[in-house]
């Protein structure tokens, strides 16, 4: 069991009204074997709830609002009545004051909001090793292979469960030193590049911002690639409005003769479609079938030896054939980080806002037939949110199991789907057992929900949150008695675990190599993976075996051939 000290959680000490204070409360976390099937090896870090006070300065919007009206309608996981009584009660604070719920919110208020915070468990390494598996170190610059589930640095419903603070957790002269280099999302897996510093951390920001490096993503697509190109993009039709071929697009816009004049559509002259080429994008004369019928392995396409720009030496090989696309990106929704790809010209700006170009290109490695996948080789250009996921979307050919974007949780893996099922139905009965301990209502969690990731409802705050605060009861109680995420789930280690089977694990999206400041960084190969490297491991699991491409892939990493 890893126990944090209580002088790393200075953070959550906040002074309420009446004279109370929480004070600085140890955070107890703990790593947890699953253990659900035979020779399971996944672990998973589990923080037990704490309380927590949530603080934010007023935004602009904000002022002149009542504080009830800016929190039933900016915050959305619990109803206005829970609101309303936590104003009156002191949970929530303006500037360090209880106030009424119709309190006008001033420029440069203070909002705080004391809860019993619940965070999502989150996938680590595997046993039998380190908790987070460090691929380099250099003197001011550190690399991790992420595991999926688990988010860079807090955000959302994370916190403790981050990848900075597990490693505070396992090198403590780390803490508070790690500075994020590049973005990864939570549910991909792979390389990440921390930097010990401010200095090293803007140094190879930059680098990255002015695509000075070269970044390469493993994904795993439904369907063989790229085949429904054809019918679900817009391919580029090369050589017939320029007088030489050249590179069609360049950061997702157009180049040479195909620049267009003022663009009034919220597209903004950014390029949409594909063609395939060589590393550098100048076209050649592939076809989609070709490119779906070529046997390369991943160093095919990463060896030193490869053409990758323009300016390489000519007498060198050439590349092998890339599908590249060009298909603008957009942030639809920020607040729940949802995004869009494909054809704005016929919106104006005002609505869609906020379009860019984007460019990525694909390389295929090979198809397996059992589960309808294909491995593919994603080195995007630009550095959109989503992008990968959003151009393979567009491409017809969706990660197999983001289903934010076109794919099934599950896909191919019908060990977690009946294992997410049968989480489900466990924690329905362990909920109509607790209804039935308390006298509460049966039926309180909405369907699907787990403690946390469904805002709570009438029913719950009027069971468990409209309890009156005792007469000699700390606030660090109160909130949690009161708690409606302890009551609808709980807190403990087993229910942490069913949550955390029942839904999504990630998705096979891996960055795999960055190739930036002068160093060359690399992860180890998913547990998903099939295919070869160069020379190395032939074509695994033809039967598509998910179990027996995991034990070839666990050989190849253990011998190094990975890595």
Same mark, same amino acid.
């Given at each position: ?92 604070? /303006?500037?360090?004051?209880? /106030? ?17 915070? #619940? ?39 994370? #916190? ?38 401010? /200095? ?133 929704? #920020? ?229």
């Amino acid at each position: 069991r890893l126990l944090r000290p209580s002088g790393s959680c200075e953070g959550i000490v906040s002074v309420l009204g009446g004279g109370d204070a929480i004070a600085a409360v140890p955070v107890d976390a703990e790593i947890v074997s699953l253990s659900r099937r035979p020779g399971d090896i996944r672990r998973i870090r589990i923080v037990r709830p704490y309380p927590h006070s949530f603080r934010t300065f007023a935004k602009g919007r904000w002022v002149g609002r009542t504080v009830l009206d800016v929190y039933t309608a900016e915050f959305g996981s619990y109803p206005e009545s829970y609101y309303r009584r936590s104003i009156v009660e002191g949970r929530i604070l /303006v500037s360090g004051r209880r /106030v009424s719920p119709q309190h006008v919110i001033r420029s440069g208020d203070e909002l705080t909001h004391t809860v019993h915070r #619940h965070e999502p468990a989150a996938a680590v390494a595997p046993a039998s090793g380190p908790v987070i598996v460090i691929t380099s170190e250099k003197d001011d610059v550190i690399s991790v292979d992420k595991p999926s589930t688990l988010p860079v640095h807090p955000c959302g419903g994370y #916190h403790h469960n981050s990848l900075f603070e597990v490693m505070g957790d396992i090198l403590p002269r780390l803490r508070g030193s790690l500075h994020t280099v590049h973005r990864l999302d939570r549910l991909t897996s792979g390389l990440t590049i921390v930097a010990k510093n401010k /200095v090293a951390a803007s140094r190879l920001a930059k680098e990255i911002s002015d695509r000075r490096c070269e970044k390469y993503y493993l994904a795993r697509v439904r369907g063989r690639f790229p085949l429904e190109a054809d019918a679900k993009g817009k391919r580029v039709v090369v050589g017939t409005d320029v007088d030489v071929p050249c590179v069609p697009c360049v950061l997702g816009e157009w180049t040479g003769d195909r620049k267009k004049g003022e663009d009034k559509s919220a597209m903004k002259g950014a390029a949409l479609g594909f063609w395939i080429g060589n590393a550098s994008g100048e076209p050649s004369d592939v076809s989609l079938a070709d490119l779906a019928g070529s046997n390369l392995g991943i160093d095919d396409y990463l060896s030193p030896d490869t053409v990758v720009d323009s300016t390489a030496d000519p007498s060198a090989p050439p590349s092998p054939p890339w599908l590249h696309l060009a298909c603008p990106c957009r942030i639809a929704e #920020h607040k729940r980080g949802v995004c869009e790809a494909g054809d704005f010209s016929s919106r104006v700006p005002s609505e869609a806002p906020g379009v860019r170009p984007a460019q990525t290109s694909f390389a295929f490695l090979c198809y397996d037939a059992a589960t309808d996948t294909s491995m593919v080789l994603c080195r995007p250009q630009t550095g959109r949110t989503h992008q990968i996921r959003l151009h393979l979307q567009h491409l017809g050919h969706s990660i197999a199991n983001d289903h934010n974007y076109g794919g099934t949780a599950f896909h191919g893996d019908p060990e977690a789907a009946a294992e997410a099922a049968a989480a489900e139905k466990e924690m329905d009965a362990l909920d109509r057992a607790a209804a039935a301990d308390s006298g509460r209502e049966v039926g309180c969690r909405p369907v699907g929900a787990t403690s946390t990731d469904g805002p709570a409802t009438e029913t719950e705050v009027g069971t468990a949150g409209a309890l009156p605060r005792g007469d000699n009861e700390s606030m660090v109680e109160f909130v949690q008695r009161t708690c409606v995420w302890c009551a609808r789930g709980g807190g403990d280690r087993e229910r942490a675990v069913l949550e955390f089977l029942s839904r999504s694990r990630g998705c096979w999206l891996h960055c795999y190599m960055y190739k930036v400041g002068g160093g060359v960084y690399r992860a180890g190969l998913p547990e998903w993976f099939f295919g070869r490297k160069k020379g190395g491991v032939g074509t695994v699991a033809a039967n598509g075996n998910l179990a027996a491409q995991r034990k070839v892939v666990s050989k190849v990493i253990a011998s190094g051939e990975g890595l």
